[in-house]
């Protein structure tokens, strides 16, 4: 097997073990530490510290510890993050929150740095286009990492469905699910109880299993970038110092184009919070209970890389604006059907269309605006996508930060409240296109979903 694709199943294979263990734990915290909302609250102090690190840490990391030590030890951050939750409280969750967030950023960079450099190295020996080796090299890699999200909330539901907690839930007790919520840490008495310690504890050791064999894989198979072929990055990443990266980030609001997509960005933290953190919790945990979260989250998942990829594909026929009229119809249709429809365990089919309609929306707001980002700011990529991390990661922050402040329904209001408006700036955005090049339309149609777009779930 030639040694750079080894190396890109490496990756691959160990960011599946990773993110195994993360996606499931994420799905599971509004639901498993609800308490005095502890869960959400790690949520919300994770991405604060995901800004932040997106911000500083991955030039200075990468430059002194290289891609592949960069990737094992940004790992085992994320293994601190599972070790965190076998012992749930303010003092084990928030700080390994804190160490997971300063650890993804630089997790990410590297791994987009590291596949870079495999793609230029096999593209310059076997005299290949390096750009179609370096797609085809992300292609495989999100190919496999893209089903973590269906393996972990698979384990975390054949685990809990273990559970002796399981039972018919009463009408008394579903008056408190769904949008108007009654605002109490285990919404009811059977659907929300938490399982035993001992099934809590079997999950949490999959999950870290999962974290340590990632790190190991890494360690032990993936091969270090020779020094010859980092010497151009390096150089790269020294210009990219603690504050020119962060003055570049905010230089780039300038932009009035930029600050126009303030909202569309800030809306996909927003719209993945509320499935994660109030969907989860007030339809599914509370209706049917903790053990369906996975399957919910893995219908979800499932239909959102499946539709990632198609829109990837059909983009260049249909263009970016019809995709983002679909997924705003599709968004507002969930809503408005969240806030009207009173959940019922004997409507299970309904319970399921939701996130999955969610996650065909999801895909348009994770592909096209990512590519919105490359074709508009083409010459000024590093610092576009530092502004869409960022605004992203605020979105995430305020929505885990409100959480258990607010019922669900005043939540969904805010939600499609933000979704109006990004649809408002996003037209502005369009109309300023047109406006300023009567040839960006036809420009616009060689958009695709490309490497970043699944790299904000973080």
């Not at 073990?17 to 498993?32: C, D, E, I, K, N």
């Not at 179609?132 to 909330?153: A, K, M």
């Not at 008495?189 to 870290?208: H, K, N």
């Amino acid at each position: 097997m030639e040694r750079n694709f080894k190396n890109v199943l490496v990756i691959s294979f160990g960011f599946l073990l990773l993110f195994t263990a993360y996606s499931g734990l994420q799905s599971l915290q509004s639901s498993l530490n609800a308490e005095e909302g502890l869960g959400v609250a790690s949520l919300s102090v994770l991405f604060s510290a995901l800004t932040l690190s997106s911000m500083f840490l991955p030039p200075i990391i990468i430059k002194k510890l290289g891609c592949k030590w960069t990737i094992a030890v940004s790992m085992c951050c994320y293994v601190t993050y599972s070790l965190g939750n076998f012992y749930a409280s303010w003092y084990t969750l928030i700080p390994t929150s804190v160490i997971l967030g300063l650890g993804g950023a630089p997790l990410w960079s590297a791994k987009c740095t590291y596949l870079t450099i495999a793609g230029n190295s096999y593209a310059e020996k076997a005299g290949k286009n390096a750009k179609d080796i370096i797609n085809q090299y992300f292609g495989i890699f999100f190919l496999v990492f893209q089903t973590s999200g269906v393996w972990g909330n698979l384990i975390s539901s054949l685990i809990l469905s273990q559970s002796s907690n399981q039972g018919e839930i009463s009408e008394e007790d579903l008056e408190c699910c769904g949008a108007y919520d009654c605002l109490t840490d285990a919404t009811n008495s059977t659907g929300s109880e938490r399982p035993s310690d001992s099934l809590i504890y079997t999950l949490v050791g999959v999950y870290t299993a999962s974290g340590v064999l990632a790190v190991l894989l890494v360690i032990i198979f993936l091969d270090q970038i020779k020094s010859d072929q980092t010497q151009t990055e390096k150089e790269k990443l020294k210009a990219s110092s603690f504050w020119s990266t962060f003055l570049a980030t905010f230089r780039h609001l300038k932009d009035k184009r930029q600050c126009l997509l303030i909202p569309l960005t800030m809306y996909s933290g927003f719209e993945q919070a509320f499935l994660a953190g109030d969907y989860s919790k007030s339809f599914i945990t509370c209706v049917l209970g903790i053990h369906y979260v996975g399957y919910m989250m893995i219908c979800f998942a499932a239909i959102n890389s499946l539709c990632s990829l198609l829109f990837g594909k059909i983009s260049q026929f249909t263009g970016r604006k019809l995709l983002f009229a679909l997924a705003a119809i599709l968004n507002t249709g969930c809503i408005i059907t969240v806030l009207l429809w009173k959940p019922d365990p004997k409507q299970l089919a309904v319970l399921f269309i939701i996130p999955g309609l969610w996650g065909v929306s999801d895909a348009v707001w994770q592909t096209q605006t990512n590519a919105l980002y490359g074709i508009l700011f083409e010459k000024n990529k590093e610092a576009a996508f530092a502004n869409y991390r960022l605004w992203e990661s605020v979105g995430f922050v305020i929505a885990f930060a409100y959480s258990t402040k607010l019922q669900v329904y005043i939540k969904t209001y805010i939600v499609l409240s933000v979704l109006v408006l990004s649809m408002v700036t996003y037209g502005a955005v369009e109309y300023l296109e047109a406006k300023s090049s009567p040839g960006t339309p036809a420009a616009a149609k060689k958009e695709n979903g490309g490497p970043h777009s699944q790299e904000t779930h973080m």
